[in-house]
T-cell receptor
Framework: RKEVEQDPGPFNVPEGATVAFNCTYS??????FFWYRQDCRKEPKLLMS???SGNEDGRFTAQLNRASQYISLLIRDSKLSDSATYLC???????????FGSGTRLLVRP | GAVVSQHPSWVICKSGTSVKIECRSL??????MFWYRQFPKQSLMLMAT?????????EQGVEKDKFLINHASLTLSTLTVTSAHPEDSSFYIC??????????????FGPGTRLTVT
């Protein structure tokens, strides 16, 4: 079983739609969580950290449920520029190693 | 913001040759650098953790004699793919941890190196 699992998608949505991505992690010792965005043939870029209390950054909202080992990302009012692969990431803070999920591909169409 | 560079950005080599990839932190010191590999349509897989002045720690299944890592200074780590074969063709990405990081977001990624072995 992979340490971090995501629905690979692709999610194909119209501009303006709201889309939600889910992620689960298996290692309960994971301490920090992030969502990264990766464009084709580029390095991943940090989108946002994920906290148990939930956090929002503009159109993006992330949530962590430690009890169920579940992470989510909600994107509201999708833009064409949101088209990318979204990577769910867990980190063991003791080693700073990042464990990446396989990514969920989002396609926003006009 | 913190910048990490990689060189070369892409390389094509013949089977059996060795290729060296450099990862540099340009405006900060990095005691720890990480090397990842990403095959098409797959996610990043951590290969090894590189610590300045000491031996790298390799993940399970990664051959340390094939992927040589050297972290000779606080701003430079190199990955050498020895006797490369077509199955080593991949996107290699490094990340560097900012020495001054306080446990928050202090790991920065390089732009990656695309290796094609013919």
């Amino acid at each position: 079983r992979k340490e971090v699992e995501q629905d690979p998608g692709p999610f194909n949505v119209p501009e303006g739609a709201t889309v939600a991505f889910n992620c689960t992690y298996s290692n309960s010792a994971s301490q920090s969580f992030f969502w990264y965005r990766q464009d084709c043939r580029k390095e991943p870029k940090l989108l946002m950290s994920v906290y148990s209390s939930g956090n929002e950054d503009g159109r993006f909202t992330a949530q962590l449920n430690r009890a169920s080992q579940y992470i989510s990302l909600l994107i509201r009012d999708s833009k064409l520029s949101d088209s990318a692969t979204y990577l769910c990431v867990a980190r063991m803070d003791s080693s700073y190693k990042l464990i990446f999920g396989s990514g969920t591909r989002l396609l926003v169409r006009p | 913001g913190a910048v990490v560079s990689q060189h070369p950005s892409w390389v094509i080599c013949k089977s059996g040759t060795s290729v060296k990839i450099e990862c540099r932190s340009l405006d900060f010191q990095a005691t720890t650098m990480f090397w990842y590999r990403q095959f098409p349509k797959q996610s990043l897989m951590l290969m090894a953790t590189s610590n300045e002045g000491s031996k790298a720690t390799y993940e399970q299944g990664v051959e340390k004699d094939k992927f040589l890592i050297n972290h000779a200074s606080l701003t430079l780590s190199t990955l050498t793919v020895t006797s490369a074969h077509p199955e080593d063709s991949s996107f290699y990405i490094c990340s560097a941890r900012d020495l001054t990081g306080t446990g928050g977001i202090e790991q920065y990624f390089g732009p990656g190196t695309r290796l094609t072995v013919t």
